[in-house]
């Protein structure tokens, strides 16, 4: 899979994009709007970049081949879920959409579940070297 995106990639992108698009088309086009879409497409290319800086270290489900503390890495320990969902909630505040929030927080949900389930992969494959990265690292 190196170098190239994996369907789960692709497939979250995709939904981003439609939804972004749908937003763009469909959207009331006020203050909340604007913002939203601006702030949406930094938080995709954050989300993006994320997602590069992991490389091959990235897998579907949690698993420990690599440990990334480079780039947005360094700050943060899960980028892709903080970018992406924030992608996707900027986009839904764009549309408007606030019955769409109620998924949006189920996402978060789930984000922050994977995000243990991670951490718990991490730390007992590389030990001290993860709890000391964790410390100096947010979410």
Known sequence: MKGRLGWIDALSYLAYIALAAAAVVHG???????????LSAVCAALWFVARWQLGPAFSVGAEARRLV???LYSRLRHPIYVFGTMAFLFTLLAL????????????????????????????????????????????
């Open 28 to 38: 009331p086009r006020d203050a909340l709007w604007y913002a939203g879409l601006i």
């Open 69 to 71: 503390t480079n780039g």
């Open 96 to 139: 408007q959409g606030w019955r769409a929030l109620v998924t949006w927080v189920i996402v978060i949900l789930i984000q922050i579940a994977r995000a243990r389930r991670e951490d718990r992969v991490l730390a007992e494959a590389f030990g001290a070297d993860y709890a000391a990265y964790r410390s100096g690292t947010w979410f």
